[in-house]
């Protein structure tokens, strides 16, 4: 069974810092992508930022130079470094993964239960 396990999540400062991870467990061969969607109330999902095996990034315009995204391909994590943090940034922030293949399985795409980020004063 392979599960997408998300932590770090929680409530922030305006202009603080907090740093999100993403496990996937399971017998794990390969993941060709893995990255970082947020929702929040009442908007759509957007791609915050992913990351290909290789280590080639996509960062949203809206977080480029505040979040770094990172990949530990041996434990088959992503890490979502996210400074400067402003009160938009408040949202459900969900981990990805593309082109997983597992023991015996093939999935296209995997989601998170998703972690909460609040950012207020």
């Known amino acids: 069974q392979v599960q997408l396990v998300e932590s770090g999540g929680g409530l922030v400062q305006p202009g603080g810092s907090l740093r999100l991870s993403c496990r996937v467990s399971g017998s794990i061969f390969s993941i060709a992508a893995m990255g970082w969607y947020r929702q929040a109330p009442g908007k759509q999902r957007e791609l915050v930022a992913d990351i290909s095996s290789a280590g080639n990034t996509n960062i949203a315009d809206s977080v480029k130079g505040r979040f770094t995204i990172s990949r530990d391909n041996a434990k088959n994590t992503v890490f979502l470094q996210m400074n400067s943090l402003k009160p938009e940034d408040t949202a459900v922030y969900y981990c990805?993964?593309?082109?997983?293949?597992?023991?015996?399985?093939?999935?296209?795409?995997?989601w998170g239960q998703g972690t909460q980020v609040t950012v207020s004063s």
């Open positions: 990805n993964g593309r082109g997983l293949v597992a023991a015996g399985l093939y999935l296209r795409d995997s």
